[in-house]
């Protein structure tokens, strides 16, 4: 008997795009966001978060990253740079060296002031209901 | 022969390490989570409990690897392990000391039963891996037993799979179990539950699939283990996929398994914690 079954890639990653308000990190987005990710990672040695505080500009234009990506990390909007192919967990080094946590950098992509997301996730969070699927509305 | 005595389910926010570092773990926000760790933390000092190693699985924030190297399962096989400098300086915690034996064993038997490990003889853990080990063991000088990391993909699409997961839960317990030394060893599973740091559904939280969740891990894991992707996307977050991660743990411990205790809570940070302490049954 085979192991084999039918996985059809193509229906798997069109349904991530029926979320509300989230980008999966998939393939097409890893390969648009590498350097800024690498970018991102350089921050884990404390020279480079020196050379980087020091002169943002100079330093994010070592890498390769579009313009695009580069002026999302200039004004820390972090919706923009998971546009640009970013993903959290290596932007958590950029916030990380601005001295802010992952609520503050969470909340700032919600939309809400940080006092209000912290108060609804005090509250038990954001419920699921309604933005499970855009399609479904459910 | 070595066994699986017992497996363990615990958040690894780097919040949980940043209060006890700064001393605020006792507060009105956090003392809650804190105390809900103390059954276990008991449990585990004593001596009956208390394991000879641990395989610890966890996901890496892209910190052992970057976007370069992406490994599906890695299993690190070193004689011990750095805390990672994650961009605010490394966790100031005891060295993660392996057991590159067993590590060793178990990698050959996985890759035997076709799982293709990755082999790490050198990897930094970051908090995935360290909070647990506070969170269970306190702040002692060095941690009271040998680790297995086991880092798992969670994060580019696609992850494995929960059933992925599951098998290699399995395989994980037949290779301890052909260890010819005497060792108790424990499976943790760690990360989740459901919660999401990105976008605008960020603050996303599902305490009635969290609950739905590890009733099925308990009770009825040949059903869990075949959930697709797309339904912890959509019911526990973009993050809350983590959860497959507990599937591993539930593999090891065999069909049946025993409920030592439970605790669930709401909002750590931005998630929503649980802790599980499970042992197998016959």
Known sequence: MSDHKDIDVHSYLAEFDDIPGTRVFTAKRARKGYWLNQFAMSLMKAENRERFKADERAYLDEWDMTEAAKLAVLA??????????????????????????????????????????????????????????????? | MARVTAGLTSSHIPALGAAIQTGTSNNDYWGPVFRGYDWVKEWIAKDENKPDVVVLVYNDHASAFDMNIIPTFAIGCAESFKPADEGWGPRPVPDVVGHPDLAWHIAQCLILEEFDMTIMNQMDVDHGCTVPLSMFFGEPDAWPCKVIPLPVNVVTYPPPSGNRCYKLGQAIKRAVESFPEDLKVQVWGTGGMSHQLQGPRAGLINKDFDLKFIKQLINDPETLRHMPHIEYLRDAGSEGIELVMWLIMRGALGPKVEELYRFYHIPASNTALGVLALEPAA
């Open chain 1, 76 to 138: 820390r909007d972090y919706n923009a740079m998971i546009d640009e192919g970013g993903n959290v967990y290596f932007l958590s080094k950029l916030f990380s060296t601005d001295g802010k946590s992952f609520q503050f950098a969470a909340g700032s992509m919600t939309g809400m002031t940080q006092e209000e997301y912290a108060e609804m996730m005090l509250k038990g969070g954001r419920s699921p209901d309604g933005v499970r699927s855009i399609k479904g509305g459910y």
